[in-house]
């Protein structure tokens, strides 16, 4: 509905109609900080739905419940209706009444995104800052100023100067935080909640994600995965000829396979253009990309950052992407791409070519060196010291 109005009204009504719904949140947000700040309670907030960083942090502080008098935990997120939060949860949508009253009066701030302009942080709350990307390959931040605008960056340093504490997975990652996220507070170097499962395979039941995408016969995943793009409708990135890659696949590495498409959030509406079948399954609605890389075997991505985390499962990982030079010279990268350890390919032909061709022992030492030289702090135990300080924080008096 709300895409709809966008298009049938002239801009500048929609700015009168901004302008005024910024005001109503700052008027609502002012007036519930009239009240006293909770000191049991905890909001956490994802864009995308339950899941990233925030849905580990959530279900931890959810499992420290035998304490006596344990901490409200409250979820808020702009898709509701995505959430398969646990009992325990309170789950809340994006700048309903409810949401902004939750923030203004909450203890403890726990963020996957940077927070919306109106948000100020008061006396007796504390921030904690998760972000959403670990190991980048993408600059970002400061390092891609000049493409975000103003605004962008106006709201991004005064989230950072509200900030208490950055979690960071990486020495990479903590370089990162103060050179390009105006940021000079605490760290705190544990690693990534969201790849806590990555760690604990023995604990997770491939078999129910399965279950939900609808896959028997004990196929196994590989997950494709690419990256958005700018521009509407762009989806020829995203082509491939999923019947060959398929026979590739099958051939090199045995069994029956399934092919689970991942679109990014901002492509997923356009899903559409890949032929569906029982081998190639839309997962792009997936409640949680870490539960699925979890139980993929295999992964085909672009530029994602999650090329890093999922080979530290030291599965293999396969980079296809034709448009290599326009899209380092329009984002930016940290990594040099050819020097990155997964098989590169420009063309589908190249793509088949590497996976007739792999050569996992090379693969897992290449791959290894790289990730010694980022610094990892990651050992599947992140969500407990985050859980750890929320908790030391809620019980200091």
Known sequence: MRYRIKQILPEQI????????????????????LLPV??????ICNVWGFGDNARYVAEELIKRKGYTDGPEVIFITNQPGLAYAPEGIRVLRTNSVK???????????????????????????????TWHGGIALKKIEKD????????????????????????????FCTNMYRNSFWYQGEILECGSPRN????????????????????????????????????????????????????AIEDKFGG?????????????????????????????????IYELMAAAD?????????????????????LYAADVDDYEEERGFYFDYGSLPYKKAGTQEELIANIDNFDYLAYKAET??????????????????????????IEAK
């Open 14 to 33: 929609l700015a009168i109609l901004r302008q005024i719904r910024y005001l109503w949140l700052v008027v609502l947000f002012r007036l519930f900080h």
């Open 38 to 43: 909770c000191s049991r309670k905890v909001v």
């Open 99 to 129: 949401a902004i009253h939750a923030l203004a009066t909450a203890r403890v701030w726990v963020d996957n995104n940077r927070k919306e302009n109106y948000i100020r942080k008061r006396k007796g709350q504390y921030y904690i800052q």
């Open 144 to 171: 891609y100023e000049d493409r975000l605008g103003p605004e962008y960056i106006a709201n991004a340093k005064r989230d950072s100067g509200m900030t208490d504490l950055y979690i960071s997975n990486s020495g």
């Open 196 to 247: 806590d499962i990555l760690f604990h395979l023995e604990g997770h039941t491939a078999e129910e994600v399965r279950a939900r995408l609808g896959i028997t016969g004990g196929a196994r995943i590989a997950i494709y995965a690419p990256t958005y793009r700018e521009g509407d409708n762009n989806t020829a990135p995203y082509q491939l000829n999923f019947e060959k890659l398929l026979s």
């Open 256 to 288: 029956s396979w399934v092919i689970a498409v991942r679109l990014h959030p901002l492509v997923s509406g356009q899903s559409g253009f890949i032929g569906y079948n029982r081998q190639v399954i839309n997962a792009s609605y997936y409640r949680d």
């Open 298 to 318: 295999l992964l085909i991505t672009d530029y994602s950052n999650i090329m890093f985390e999922f080979s530290f499962m030291k599965k293999p990982v396969f």
């Open 368 to 393: 290894e060196a790289f990730l010694n030289q980022l610094d990892l702090y990651e050992d599947g135990s992140a969500s407990k010291r985050v859980a750890d300080r929320i908790l030391e924080i």
